[in-house]
Nanobody
């Protein structure tokens, strides 16, 4: 599975962005998908993850109620809708594929990483 994230950019605090992650490979729908981020000087952290059926999702406490992960298996694409953005959301965002959404939200079980996309939130 090859992954390519897009949709990052510069926005003001309080605004929204939607990230997309296009996946190649015939087995996309069998993987759990997740979004991670890495801010300058910090370790990479999980943001959200989704089971292959998209019926179950997990979120980091810092983004609950503001971010939503969704996926379209027909389009081999996973999305991250980010609302009410804060300056502390500034980071490079990565999408990833793994075997378990629960494991991924715990920063484990990643099988494939995509290239990141930069999100900058100004105050």
């Amino acid at each position: 599975v090859q992954l390519q994230a897009s949709g990052g950019g510069l926005v003001q605090a309080g605004y929204s962005l939607r990230l997309s992650c296009a996946a190649s490979g015939r087995t996309f729908s069998s993987y759990a998908m997740g979004w991670f981020r890495q801010a300058p000087g910090k370790e990479r952290e999980s943001v959200a993850s989704s089971r292959w059926s998209s019926g179950t999702t997990y979120y980091a406490d810092s983004v609950k109620g503001r971010f939503t992960i969704s996926r379209d298996n027909a389009k081999n694409t996973v999305y991250l809708q980010m609302n009410s953005l804060k300056p502390e959301d500034t980071a490079v965002y990565y999408c990833a594929a793994g075997s378990s959404a629960l494991t991924m939200i715990r920063n484990n079980g990643i099988r494939y990483w995509g290239k990141g996309t930069l999100v900058t939130v100004s105050s």
